[in-house]
């Protein structure tokens, strides 16, 4: 074998090593949308007929998607705006309210009181000296400006929407260039991504916005930040050169923040991670070319990866291509935005698990039989955990074929529900089984459509 040949074989093993991938796991693709020249950022909202909509940035403006119906995932309304690469949305009341760094875009407000029949553009607003913004975050009827020139030095700018259509501009926080901020219980948790901090902001006078703490991150370039419910751990996400490492902190003291581990993707090192989501015991990532990644961080300290569905199959290489943003809806569809492939619109072959921790702690492990039954398309499995363990609930066909896996992991003593979604099968006799290291039970269940 010539020198060259076993160097060009040496480099083929290389590049097929970074850009492998294992096949799309325990998810399925609802819809894929790919209307426009580019895409960022992406939001939901639900309205008061519980109508799901995906609310995705588009380089010519703002999609408006409805998701409610996993068959008829469909376009409903498009509002213009500048070309930007970049472009947030949040919703407050029934009201949409769009940014992005186009010199000139300021703040579009949409009304969304017309889905699903259509969408409004009701104001561009702005105040002087304010054109564009790089992210926008919201709390209550409060909305929070970061980057771009909504306030001096590209800090984080308070506006009051309390009124949606005549939002006030309140107080602001000039210390450092704000990328991207969190807002819980009147503290801004906002990544100053030019100097390697993380700045923690006292907002609960909204005129006078003072910074308590601020401390340094691991590596350069703080992008993206999200605490948990409990507000006990803080994600943290970067974009620089080394990539993928999504970090947990202890933030339960603010006077003692420490490092406790972080997480890549199973078996790929080399796709960068952008934004990050946090849904109860659910972390969802953006995870650029290595797509949606669903983590559990029921204990921060040892995340485990438990889901993804790749939107960038092409490569894991460290660009900013690829899945761009995230958002989990209550029905448990999960959309994301790919910077070229558009909008995603996946779910999981299990849905979130309930854990009752209101009820005493079973005596004995039990299998309860599913509601409804007979059930089209979801159903609800119901089950008890006497001690901790290793458990496993699987759904069979009637020839004994395993056709989802509902739980596969440790769980703690407690009761629990799971729902099943048989969407993708077809009617007939399905039978679900639950396994420890001491028990096993099956229950038959009817799928009718």
Same mark, same amino acid.
């Given at each position: 074998?010539?020198?060259?040949?076993?160097?060009?074989?040496?480099?083929?093993?290389?590049?097929?090593?970074?850009?492998?991938?294992?096949?799309? #796991?325990?998810?399925?693709?609802?819809?894929?949308?790919?209307?426009?020249?580019?895409?960022?950022?992406?939001?939901?909202?639900?309205?008061?007929?519980?109508?799901?909509?995906?609310?995705?940035?588009?380089?010519?403006?703002?999609?408006?998607?409805?998701?409610?119906?996993?068959?008829?995932?469909?376009?409903? +309304?498009?509002?213009?705006?500048?070309?930007?690469?970049? *472009?947030?949305?949040?919703?407050?009341?029934?009201?949409?309210? &769009?940014?992005?760094?186009?010199?000139?875009?300021?703040?579009?407000?949409?009304?969304?009181?017309?889905?699903?029949? =259509?969408?409004?553009? &009701?104001?561009?607003?702005? /105040?002087?000296?304010?054109?564009?913004?790089?992210?926008?975050?919201?709390?209550?009827?409060?909305?929070?400006?970061?980057?771009?020139?909504?306030?001096?030095?590209?800090?984080?700018?308070?506006?009051?929407?309390? +009124?949606?259509?005549?939002?006030?501009?309140?107080?602001?926080?000039?210390?450092?260039? &704000?990328?991207?901020?969190?807002?819980?219980?009147?503290?801004?948790?906002?990544?100053?991504?030019?100097?390697?901090?993380?700045?923690?902001?006292?907002?609960?006078?909204?005129?006078?916005?003072?910074?308590?703490?601020?401390?340094?991150?691991?590596?350069?370039?703080?992008?993206?930040?999200?605490?948990?419910?409990? *507000?006990?751990?803080?994600?943290?996400? /970067?974009?620089?050169?080394?990539?993928?490492?999504?970090?947990?902190?202890?933030?339960? +003291?603010?006077?003692?923040?420490?490092?406790?581990?972080?997480?890549?993707?199973?078996?790929?090192?080399?796709?960068?991670?952008?934004?990050?989501?946090?849904?109860?015991?659910?972390?969802?990532?953006?995870?650029?070319?290595?797509?949606?990644?669903?983590?559990?961080?029921?204990?921060?300290?040892?995340?485990?990866?438990?889901?993804?569905?790749?939107?960038?199959?092409?490569?894991?290489?460290?660009?900013?291509?690829?899945?761009?943003?995230?958002?989990?809806?209550?029905? $448990?569809?999960?959309?994301?935005?790919?910077?070229?492939? $558009?909008?995603?619109?996946?779910?999981?072959?299990?849905?979130?698990?309930? *854990?009752?921790?209101? #009820?005493?702690?079973?005596? @004995?492990?039990?299998?309860?039989?599913?509601?409804?039954?007979?059930?089209?398309?979801?159903?609800?499995?119901?089950?008890?955990?006497?001690?901790?363990?290793?458990?496993?609930?699987?759904?069979?066909?009637?020839?004994?074929?395993?056709?989802? &896996?509902?739980?596969?992991?440790? @769980?703690?003593?407690?009761?629990?529900?799971?729902?099943?979604?048989?969407?993708?099968?077809? =009617?007939?006799?399905?039978?679900?089984?639950?396994?420890?290291?001491?028990?096993?039970?099956?229950?038959?269940?009817?799928?009718?459509?």
């Amino acid at each position: 074998m010539t020198p060259k040949i076993l160097f060009i074989l040496i480099l083929t093993a290389a590049v097929n090593i970074c850009y492998s991938q294992l096949p799309n #796991q325990r998810t399925y693709l609802l819809a894929n949308l790919n209307n426009y020249p580019g895409y960022s950022g992406i939001w939901g909202y639900v309205d008061d007929n519980q109508r799901e909509y995906a609310l995705l940035g588009c380089v010519n403006g703002t999609s408006f998607v409805d998701i409610t119906d996993s068959s008829n995932i469909v376009e409903i +309304d498009f509002v213009p705006g500048l070309v930007s690469n970049w *472009r947030e949305i949040k919703t407050y009341s029934h009201y949409a309210y &769009v940014v992005s760094e186009a010199i000139n875009s300021k703040l579009q407000i949409i009304d969304l009181q017309y889905l699903p029949d =259509s969408v409004s553009l &009701v104001a561009t607003w702005n /105040y002087s000296g304010y054109t564009y913004t790089h992210a926008i975050s919201q709390s209550g009827p409060y909305l929070y400006l970061s980057g771009g020139n909504a306030c001096a030095n590209g800090g984080v700018q308070i506006l009051d929407v309390t +009124d949606p259509l005549n939002p006030v501009r309140r107080g602001n926080n000039t210390s450092r260039y &704000v990328h991207d901020c969190r807002v819980i219980d009147d503290t801004i948790w906002a990544t100053n991504i030019l100097n390697q901090k993380v700045s923690v902001i006292n907002s609960t006078d909204k005129d006078n916005v003072q910074e308590i703490r601020n401390f340094n991150t691991l590596q350069s370039s703080p992008h993206n930040i999200a605490l948990t419910d409990d *507000r006990k751990y803080m994600l943290l996400t /970067y974009e620089n050169t080394d990539p993928g490492k999504l970090e947990f902190w202890d933030v339960k +003291d603010l006077q003692n923040i420490t490092y406790i581990t972080n997480w890549q993707p199973t078996d790929i090192v080399t796709s960068g991670i952008h934004n990050i989501e946090i849904y109860d015991t659910l972390a969802i990532a953006a995870h650029y070319t290595a797509g949606i990644r669903i983590i559990n961080i029921s204990d921060p300290a040892v995340p485990v990866e438990i889901a993804w569905y790749d939107t960038r199959p092409q490569d894991n290489s460290n660009t900013y291509n690829g899945c761009w943003g995230v958002y989990k809806f209550p029905s $448990g569809k999960i959309v994301g935005s790919d910077v070229t492939n $558009g909008l995603f619109v996946i779910k999981l072959d299990f849905l979130t698990e309930v *854990r009752d921790n209101s #009820q005493t702690i079973p005596e @004995k492990f039990e299998l309860e039989q599913n509601y409804p039954n007979p059930f089209n398309p979801e159903t609800n499995v119901g089950f008890g955990i006497s001690h901790p363990g290793l458990v496993s609930l699987k759904v069979y066909d009637a020839l004994g074929k395993e056709v989802a &896996v509902l739980v596969n992991e440790i @769980k703690s003593a407690g009761r629990y529900n799971v729902a099943f979604d048989g969407s993708d099968l077809p =009617s007939g006799i399905y039978f679900y089984k639950l396994e420890t290291e001491t028990f096993s039970n099956a229950k038959k269940m009817i799928l009718l459509k």
